[in-house]
T-cell receptor, first 112, second 115 residues
Framework: GQQVMQIPQYQHVQEGEDFTTYCNSS?????IQWYKQRPGGHPVFLIQ?????EVKKQKRLTFQFGEAKKNSSLHITATQTTDVGTYFC????????????FGTGTRLQVFP | DSGVTQTPKHLITATGQRVTLRCSPR?????VYWYQQSLDQGLQFLIQ???????AKGNILERFSAQQFPDLHSELNLSSLELGDSALYFC??????????????FGPGTRLTVL
């Protein structure tokens, strides 16, 4: 079936280091969204990417949608302890219903 | 605060029992989504309702059912509960029926423990 995988599953970094999570779909996506879930919290929408090759920035966060619209990445520059949480990508497959398929998530731990 | 409310916050019950989880979407949102999140797992989409009608179905078991009422609140019914049903159940809402266009706002979740 349609799958959205994320790597790595876990990442531990020292505060100030950069972090990247990658999202890969088995099929072409129409668009992709990113969510952040803090420990003990609920997912919170971060951003949506629609166009092939699109790049968007939010302060220290950079989001990219691949040219083939089958992959995406989230890069955090100079991580802070407030970045701790699980990052999920979520996409709608191009020829399917409007279901949003969530990725497996990447859990980020930042050590001070 | 996302504006989405879920009750109860915690629920502890026994195998074989039936429970009902309740969700009130953000004011004005017509779509409600239900997700299951097991320990250290991702979000599994269960079902979506839009303005009272079922819109999309995911990996929802036959023992589970849901509905959306005229006032747009939604209930998720889980019956013949098994140990493996223990999880965090999230409700989310969005303004439109197409989840891929509009962002989803998640509630705080209901943690279900089946003993």
């Amino acid at each position: 079936g349609q799958q959205v995988m994320q790597i790595p599953q876990y990442q531990h970094v020292q505060e100030g280091e950069d972090f990247t999570t990658y999202c890969n779909s088995s099929t072409t996506l129409s668009n992709i969204q990113w969510y952040k879930q803090r420990p003990g919290g609920h997912p919170v929408f971060l951003i949506q990417l629609v166009k092939s090759g699109e790049v968007k920035k939010q302060k220290r966060l950079t989001f990219q949608f691949g040219e083939a619209k089958k992959n995406s990445s989230l890069h955090i520059t100079a991580t802070q302890t407030t970045d701790v949480g699980t990052y999920f990508c979520a996409g709608r497959h191009r020829y399917n219903t409007d279901k949003l398929i969530f990725g497996t998530g990447t859990r980020l731990q930042v050590f001070p | 605060d996302s504006g989405v409310t879920q009750t109860p916050k915690h629920l502890i019950t026994a195998t074989g029992q039936r429970v009902t989880l309740r969700c009130s979407p953000r004011s004005g949102d017509l779509s409600v989504y239900w997700y299951q999140q097991s320990l250290d797992q991702g979000l599994q989409f269960l079902i979506q309702y839009y303005n009272g009608e079922e819109r999309a179905k995911g990996n929802i078991l036959e023992r589970f059912s849901a509905q959306q009422f005229p006032d747009l609140h939604s209930e998720l019914n889980l019956s013949s509960l098994e140990l493996g049903d223990s999880a965090l159940y999230f409700c989310a809402s969005s303004a439109r029926g197409d989840s891929s266009v509009s962002e989803q706002f998640f509630g705080p979740g209901t943690r279900l423990t089946v003993l």
